[in-house]
Structure formats: structure tokens, C-alpha cells
């Protein structure tokens, strides 16, 4: 299967601080991904859509200025916590939409990026 | 995309085959039933997916009612490294394109597999 990679797999930063998690598709191109957040004992949250080269769709109470997406290129997509306080402490995993060829449509997910805000 | 009801957890014995239902009774005709499992700590991983027909491949078969309003996942011997949260979703065609399909997955909250020695 393709594979999807997320950087850093875990991280932990101070309160008011920034962090940026990539998504990256390592041998296929993505001109979709998706954002996902999970809580200790929950299921996946959808965030955001993340479409190359045009501005990222926001599932409804998600703060578009709190997580910044860019989806610079067709294999790589960031998200940016900013100004990170506790309660942004979660797992965070990407998706990404396979653009062509034979799987084209199908999803494949990363390992997840956890984050610990002190 | 349809809304998916699964047992909240099942237990399986070591080497038994583990079966997995899912209740979609409002899926259309154009969607498809996608399997996913998350172990502890990791990302979801592809299991499997199919619209109408039984499928099956390396790691499990999936059974599509005649009606497609349910479905059930079978590990046809189950290990220890099974034990993990089974996610059941229905799915418009992923090659549908056109931007109305962002080809999204929605989870709920799945079934926690604990396979036992």
C-alpha cells in the first residue's frame, strides 16, 4: 500500500507556542488530504480538508486561525497549532487521497503526530 | 455519507475466527463499506472495502447483505495483534470525482476487538 508520513510523531512544546506537523506522501501524489484529531478514548474528529493549491475546508467548529493548513505541494500538507495551550494536547493524523492511477480515490493514513502542550 | 452502528466491543479467543457486524441501513446505492482498524496509538489502517459483493483478501473477508443494509468483517483466525479498534464506514465511490466528492472518511466509534489467549 502507498505510504503517508507525519513528522514529528510526537512532540511537546511550552503554552503560546507554534507547532507545525507534515504530512507528506512518500510514492504517490495527493492533491487531497485530510486533518484528524483524536482524543484519549475517542474516535477520529475530522478537522479540515486540505486541497492543493487553494485554501483548506473547515469542518464546522474547528478554528481556521487556531490550526493552519498549506498544501504547498501534491505531496506534502501542514498543519500549524498556534499558540498551543493544553487543551490542544491530542493525536493528530493526516489522510491523503491518492490523485491518479490505479488506486486513485483511496485513502491511506500516517502514524499520527501526538502533542503535548505543558 | 451514511451513518454506521457497531458493537461498542467483542471479545475473540486466540485462533478463533473473529466476526465483526456493522448496520448501515441507510447506505445508497452508490456507496461503498470501508473497514478500517487504529491499534493503540497508531494511525487507522485499510482492511478492506466493497459495494455489493463478498470480498476478501490477506487480511480478512467482508460479507455484504443481499440488501446491503449491513455488513459483517471476519478475521478468520485472530492473533493477538488483532486486538484493536475496527472502524466501519460508508463511503461514496472513491473514484467519483467532481467537487462535491472530497472523498472523506466520517468514523464513528467503532468496535474494540479484544482478541484473548
Known amino acids: 500500500g502507498a505510504v503517508v508520513s507525519q513528522h514529528p510523531s510526537w512532540v511537546i512544546c511550552k503554552s503560546g507556542t507554534s507547532v507545525k506537523i507534515e504530512c507528506r506522501s512518500l510514492?504517490?501524489?495527493?492533491?487531497?488530504m485530510f486533518w484528524y484529531r483524536q482524543f484519549p478514548k475517542q474516535s477520529l474528529m475530522l478537522m479540515a480538508t486540505?486541497?492543493?493549491?487553494?485554501?483548506?475546508?473547515?469542518e464546522q467548529g474547528v478554528e481556521k486561525d487556531k490550526f493552519l493548513i498549506n498544501h504547498a505541494s501534491l505531496t506534502l500538507s501542514t498543519l500549524t497549532v498556534t499558540s498551543a495551550h493544553p487543551e490542544d494536547s491530542s493525536f493528530y493524523i493526516c489522510?491523503?487521497?491518492?490523485?491518479?492511477?490505479?488506486?486513485?480515490?483511496?485513502?491511506?493514513f500516517g502514524e499520527g503526530s501526538r502533542l503535548t502542550v505543558l | 455519507d451514511a451513518k454506521t452502528t457497531q458493537p461498542t466491543s467483542m471479545d475473540c479467543a486466540e485462533g478463533r475466527a473473529a466476526n465483526l457486524p456493522c448496520n448501515h441501513s441507510?447506505?445508497?446505492?452508490?456507496?461503498?463499506v470501508y473497514w478500517y482498524r487504529q491499534i493503540h496509538s497508531q494511525g487507522p489502517q485499510y482492511i478492506i472495502h466493497?459495494?455489493?459483493n463478498n470480498e476478501t483478501n490477506e487480511m480478512a473477508s467482508l460479507i455484504i447483505t443481499e440488501d446491503r443494509k449491513s455488513s459483517t468483517l471476519i478475521l478468520p483466525h485472530a492473533t493477538l495483534r488483532d486486538t484493536a479498534v475496527y472502524y466501519c464506514?460508508?463511503?461514496?465511490?472513491?473514484?467519483?470525482?467532481?467537487?462535491?466528492?472530497?472523498?472523506?472518511?466520517?468514523f464513528g466509534q467503532g468496535t474494540t476487538l479484544q482478541v484473548k489467549p
Open positions: 489522510s491523503a487521497r491518492v490523485a491518479s492511477g490505479r488506486a486513485w480515490g483511496e485513502l491511506f
Open positions: 510514492d504517490f501524489q495527493a492533491t487531497t
Open positions: 486540505s486541497n492543493e493549491g487553494s485554501k483548506a475546508t473547515y
Open positions: 441507510t447506505i445508497s446505492g452508490n456507496e461503498y
Open positions: 466493497g459495494l455489493k
Open positions: 464506514i460508508v463511503r461514496g465511490s472513491p473514484s467519483q470525482r467532481g467537487s462535491s466528492n472530497t472523498g472523506k472518511l466520517i
